[in-house]
């Protein structure tokens, strides 16, 4: 399958704060399932109460940077496209970089980014991808934006999805949860990894699968953590 690969337009985009370039990011996050970025799935994203998340996204409609319609949702306009793309590359990279380079953990470089990624500067980014040869995934499998915001957004199901015999390949993991992390990382669920579907217990129960030539058992929550690109 040919990865969708969308790109957005360069533009000098205004200093935007920290909490701003957070729910850029996150309303792009969610907008990746298809729909609008609803008030409270925002508010459980940024942990914040939905009354404060309802005020900072019509202060961003006002601003240009989505496009807000009440009781449905909001959505990036190209302007908050771009900003949140910046956001990612730099968090992404970051990530890369801090794993790469300085060896932590997978598990550690998530929450690490979160608090270099609004104080480091494009050029400093930019000398870091090109130190790593412009890597395009982080150690998460997640996709790195180029400079000029060209992203792949091929969406990938996961492990919980797939039925017995499946065959495929690992190609991102959640990064969310460091907890769930370490536990994958234990499991050798990280990206590249090739998988075989074995068996499913009934009723939601855990999920046999052969990792790299090892039998792993995993539950229904971890799994769902996980995507897959099915073999073909």
């Known amino acids: 399958m040919t990865p969708a690969r969308r790109t957005a337009p360069v533009a000098p985009v205004t200093p935007l704060t920290a909490p701003v370039e ?59 496209r771009i900003a949140a793309l910046r956001t990612l590359r730099r968090h992404r990279v970051l990530e890369s970089y801090l794993a790469t380079v300085l060896g932590v953990p ?44 060209v992203v792949d957004e091929t969406r990938h199901r996961t492990l919980a999805d797939f039925p017995v015999g499946t065959r495929g390949t690992v190609m991102s993991v959640s990064d969310k949860d460091p907890v769930m992390l370490r536990y994958l990382g234990e499991l050798e669920l990280r990206p590249g990894a090739m998988v075989h579907v074995q068996a499913r217990a009934p009723y939601d129960g855990p999920i046999d699968v052969m990792v790299g030539g090892v039998l792993r058992q995993i539950g229904p929550v971890a799994a769902r953590a996980v995507r897959i690109a099915a073999a073909l």
């Not at 799935?41 to 989505?66: D, K």
């Not at 998530?110 to 890597?135: F, V, Y």
């Open 106 to 149: 997978w598990d550690d470089v998530h929450a690490e980014a979160e608090q270099l990624e609004h104080a480091a500067s494009d050029t400093l980014i930019d000398r870091m991808a090109r130190a790593l040869g412009d890597p395009l995934f982080d150690p998460h499998g997640a996709p790195i934006p180029t400079r000029d915001g």
């Open 22 to 80: 957070d729910y850029l990011k996150a309303i792009y996050d969610l907008e990746q399932g298809g729909d609008p970025a609803t008030t409270n799935a925002l508010a459980e994203r940024l942990t914040l109460a939905p009354a404060s998340v309802s005020g900072m996204v019509r202060r961003l409609a006002s601003q240009g940077l989505l496009e807000h319609e009440p009781y449905r949702g909001a959505r990036l306009t190209a302007d908050g």
